[in-house]
């Protein structure tokens, strides 16, 4: 039998799991619409490449819009094409940046991510700009590499979606899957160790959440180390359309991010042991 | 008495002047409704590579028997003696059917204007406008018409839709 003393004593660390896990959240409220995401102008991002300027303006390759993933209206990003271009087919990242996310100890060395995020491709397939362009979001370090990564390729011969594909370590493969333009989704990483878990289901959260991939590098492997580096959540245009032939933009939304303190996965692994234990007595 | 197609052209015209002033630059494609795309791309300019924006919007239809199609395009290239000029070109084209033989007259005006400019951009030297001889062509079929394609677009919906996620069979 155990005792109400001793059961206290293995689940009190349990409890304080949640209370522990270390989280940021992203939801752009605080922005308003035609805000830039250049010169710092979205508290907590950056982008890599400037907006390019004519007619005594400024055009904007991403920006704060007003999007409702179902929710309501609120700001969300937007980058992409819809505007302007970039030329020579080069990419226009936003990073939102993780670095407040510690391991508890104040690094930034940590062995579980947990990351979702609304998001969708905009493009209207009757307009005169028929290019189509990907896009992709990734939890990346300060080094540039990509932990993990959802990507989205214009689908072959079906101009209104878009193929998804996930990895890890900036390589990633096809799932099969397609979201469609104009629609709201929801997307979820999850990495624990060596092992990442891809899945998908409509921002609303109607409906299934549906599963995309499992990929296990292994506790050994240089994804564990990449992992342990993440400081940020890319979110990327690939213009694979010639310069000023697509007008699609990413819009995302909602993010989240959390990671559990390693001290608090020690109690969590110390818990189940105790637990273990007085069960054999 | 004025035969109803001169005075659209005569008027076509007069409007198309009046924006070619540089005070009236700005307005020429308004940008700020955010219905225009601004297409940038790399070109060669008498040997430069350089990058060109293009802006382009319609009004009316070719249903109704008029068009306007106007088109900005917006470069910086070297002036050979160590500075830079910005160059503005606006172009209108206005395409008017005539009902009584339906066959269409397009008119076709042009305005460049050249500022010297530093390598920053900032102007450093006052405008020069050249206008084009304006262009007329008559007796045209609608596929002759060859008016500036447009980059203007129709936003997205801002409520996006609800997709229905399955698992793959």
Redesign the interface.
């Known amino acids: 039998m155990i005792n109400k003393f001793g059961l206290a004593f293995c689940l009190v660390p349990l409890v304080g799991i949640a209370g522990a896990a270390n989280s940021l959240t992203y939801d752009f409220d605080s922005s308003s619409s035609g805000d830039l995401f250049s010169g710092n102008g979205v508290s907590g991002w950056s982008q890599d490449v400037a907006n ?6 400024t ?1 904007p390759l991403a920006y704060i ?6 929710g309501g ?1 609120s700001s969300s990003a937007h980058v992409g ?8 087919g080069v990419d226009t990242t936003l990073t939102g940046t993780l670095t407040s996310l510690t391991a508890g100890n104040g690094t930034h060395v940590y062995n579980m991510v947990n990351a979702s995020f609304n998001v ?1 491709v ?3 397939s009757a ?3 028929t290019g189509r362009d990907g896009f992709s979001v990734a939890l990346t370090t300060d080094a540039g590499a990509q932990a993990a990564t959802v990507g989205f390729s214009p689908t072959s011969g079906d101009n209104d979606k878009w193929d998804v594909s996930v990895g890890v370590n900036g390589s990633t493969s096809t799932t ?2 397609t ?2 333009a ?4 929801r997307f979820y990483i999850d990495s624990l160790d060596g092992a990442t878990n891809f899945s ?5 959260g ?5 599963g995309l991939a499992s990929i296990n590098s292994g506790n050994a492997s240089a994804f564990t180390s990449t992992l342990n580096q993440v400081t940020g959540i890319a979110f990327t245009h690939d213009p694979i359309a010639a ?2 032939t697509s ?1 699609n ?1 990413l ?1 995302f939304d909602d993010i989240s991010v959390q990671i559990p303190e390693p001290s608090s996965s020690l109690l969590m692994v110390l818990s189940a042991g105790l637990i273990a234990i007085r069960r054999r007595r | 008495m004025i035969a109803p197609s001169f005075r659209v052209k005569a008027l076509a015209l007069a409007s198309i002047f009046c924006a070619a002033s540089a005070n009236l630059q700005a307005q020429f494609i308004d940008l700020s409704g955010n219905d225009v795309k601004v297409v940038y791309k790399q070109i060669d300019f008498n040997g430069q590579t350089v990058t060109e924006a293009t802006a382009s919007k319609r009004t009316g239809t070719l249903a109704n028997g008029n068009v306007e199609a106007r088109e900005m395009t917006f470069k910086t290239v070297s002036d050979g003696a160590g500075g830079f000029t910005r160059i503005v070109v606006q172009k209108t084209v206005t395409a008017t059917l005539d009902s009584f033989t339906n066959e269409w007259s397009v008119t076709t005006t042009s305005n460049t204007a050249a500022t010297p400019v530093d390598s920053q951009g900032t102007v450093v030297g006052g405008t020069t406008n050249t206008p084009a001889t304006p262009t007329v062509l008559s007796g045209l079929e609608e596929s002759e018409l060859d008016l500036p394609p447009t980059t203007s677009f129709t936003a997205i919906d801002p409520n996006l839709d609800t997709p229905v996620v399955l698992s793959l069979p």
């Not at chain 1, 390019?52 to 303006?57: A, D, E, N, T, Y």
């Not at chain 1, 819009?65 to 179902?70: I, L, Q, R, V, W």
């Not at chain 1, 104009?182 to 989704?185: G, M, P």
């Open positions: 390019p300027s004519s007619f005594g303006q055009t819009a007003a999007s409702n993933f179902g209206a094409t819809q505007l302007g271009n970039t030329v020579n969708a905009l493009d209207n307009d005169s700009f099969g899957q979201i469609d104009n629609s709201a989704y998908f289901s409509a921002a609303d109607s409906g299934l959440t549906i310069d000023g007008a933009t819009a």
